[in-house]
């Protein structure tokens, strides 16, 4: 069994078979999925859909690329939408220096205070970050340090970042989101991240309808695909998928308090 630990089922690419889309992931062993927001208006349709789906969690906050939306009165709409059940997580918050839609002080600003949300809320966070590597980290770092003892602090999505940059995200007390990329040939430093950071610090996720795994690259992604993404962990770590699929599941419960 395994948790997309994220994807967008609220997004429009799924309106004509979002029923489809879930009965296929559960036909594959996809018994949850943590859905992710971009904006306010995202966040209050993924607790809707969460309210009406029972395996379906919800993060709350805006992306990096629609920071610029964000006026301070949202923030306690957020807070307040905080207090659903099914909303685990802060996110997908961080920096994007990739598509520059929204300065980059501006990114900054509105990352800090979803940290600071999350911080109050006891909340993990979903950090999105594409060419931004040094500033999201300084930032973690520093918002890290006011949390010394805790090992759950969030996950970094759709990991793209080196060694390195792994090896200090675990050890601030994050998780890294393993996705399609994973298996292409391309890969470059993801599969020395996937071997090299401990198997209980890693999550699967698909980021559907985004980043399909081969052989569907260049279609539309969906959670019945994340068996895939578990499938190539398993080869690059020569073990079982079964020794791989238990350990992702039980690192999405740990990290999201799911029940």
Known sequence: M???????L????FDPDRAEVVRRAVEEGVIGFINPSVDLQDSRQVVALATEMPTLYAAIGFHPNDAAKFNEEDLAELRDLATHPKVVA???IGLDYHWD???RPVQRHVFEQHLNLARELGKPVIIHQREAAADT???LRSWAGQHPKSKNLGVLHSFSGDVAMAEEAVALGFYLGISGPVTFKNARDLPAV????????LLGETDAPFLA???FRGKRNE???LRLIAEKIAALRHISFVEVSDTLLNNTISLFNLE
Do not use: K, W, Y
């Open 137 to 139: 980290m300084a930032m």
């Open 2 to 8: 395994l948790i997309d630990s994220h994807c967008h």
């Open 213 to 215: 795994p081969q052989p």
């Open 101 to 103: 839609s929204t300065p």
């Open 223 to 225: 959670p019945a695909h």
């Open 90 to 92: 802060i996110g997908e």
């Open 10 to 13: 609220n997004f429009n690419q």
């Open 194 to 201: 996937v071997t090299m950071i401990p198997l209980n610090r």
